[in-house]
């Protein structure tokens, strides 16, 4: 069992930078990737970043390549998405996934946290 607690959301400006953090806690030692996801309302969850536990491997959906970046600090079994260059149409609920394979689908992970809400103004 993998408990996933985020903060960090808010509101910010567009141009602006936010970071999430989500902390890790439990049976971790099973979890081979950890997955930053999206929801908009009336949207389905979209896939944003993945990271291999060990820290070695990212992969980013396009829209958010070049700015947002995904990363951890083992020390403390946390993971952070800093996210520069912030568009309104970054304005979602953000959760954090942890999963048994390195994956973008949703339906891969298999714990989450509770969603962050993060809202860009124009």
């Known amino acids: 069992q993998v408990q996933l607690v985020e903060s960090g959301g808010g509101l910010v400006q567009a141009g602006g930078s936010l970071r999430l953090s989500c902390a890790a806690s439990?049976?971790?030692?099973?979890?081979?990737?950890m997955g930053w996801f999206r929801q908009a309302p009336g949207k389905e969850r979209e896939f944003v970043a993945a990271m291999s536990w060990s820290g070695s491997s990212t992969y980013y959906t396009d829209s958010v390549k070049g700015r947002f970046t995904i990363s951890r600090v083992n020390a403390k079994n946390t993971v952070y998405l800093q996210m520069n260059s912030l568009k309104p149409e970054d304005t979602a609920v953000y959760y954090c996934?942890?999963?048994?394979?390195?994956?973008?689908?949703?339906?891969?992970?298999?714990?989450w946290g509770q969603g962050t809400q993060v809202t860009v103004s124009s």
């Open positions: 996934a942890a999963s048994s394979a390195f994956t973008t689908s949703s339906n891969g992970y298999d714990y």
């Open positions: 439990g049976r971790t030692f099973g979890t081979y990737c």
